[in-house]
């Protein structure tokens, strides 16, 4: 789901803004991107607070979205992310928060 989700917003970028949501909101630029990204996160976090179960569900399909548009706008692919990821496994997550320090 989320490799055709993210091909879906590949090929909407560049479409007409007038009739696509993706291509209005990358129009837009990175910092409308970025700010839709932020608002969508806190709207998880106070889903998650208020023991909203659906609410949280809702709100994370909207934070993946702008996240995979953001990433888009930006040129890093879920591959890319995955690598990372992959990089990440059986490291601590203490030791690895630390390695990024410096």
Same mark, same amino acid.
Not at 48 to 58: S, W
Not at 84 to 97: C, F, P, T
């Given at each position: 789901?989320?490799?055709?989700?993210?091909?879906?917003?590949? #090929?909407?970028?560049?479409?007409?803004?007038?009739?696509?949501?993706?291509?209005?909101?990358? =129009?837009? $630029?990175?910092p409308?991107?970025?700010?839709?990204? $932020? #608002?969508e996160?806190? #709207?998880?976090?106070? =889903?998650?607070?208020?023991?909203?179960?659906?609410?949280?569900?809702?709100?994370?399909?909207?934070?993946?979205?702008?996240?995979?548009?953001?990433? =888009? =706008?930006?040129?890093?692919?879920?591959?890319?992310?995955?690598? #990372?990821?992959?990089?990440?496994? $059986?490291?601590?997550?203490?030791?690895?928060?630390?390695s990024?320090?410096?």
């Amino acid at each position: 789901m989320l490799a055709r989700l993210e091909q879906v917003i590949g #090929e909407r970028r560049l479409a007409d803004p007038s009739t696509s949501y993706v291509a209005k909101l990358s =129009a837009r $630029g990175v910092p409308k991107i970025a700010q839709k990204l $932020g #608002e969508e996160a806190v #709207e998880a976090v106070i =889903a998650a607070m208020a023991d909203d179960r659906e609410g949280l569900i809702g709100e994370s399909a909207d934070l993946i979205f702008h996240l995979l548009v953001l990433l =888009a =706008a930006k040129g890093v692919t879920l591959a890319d992310v995955a690598a #990372e990821l992959a990089r990440r496994e $059986g490291v601590s997550g203490i030791v690895e928060k630390a390695s990024r320090k410096g």
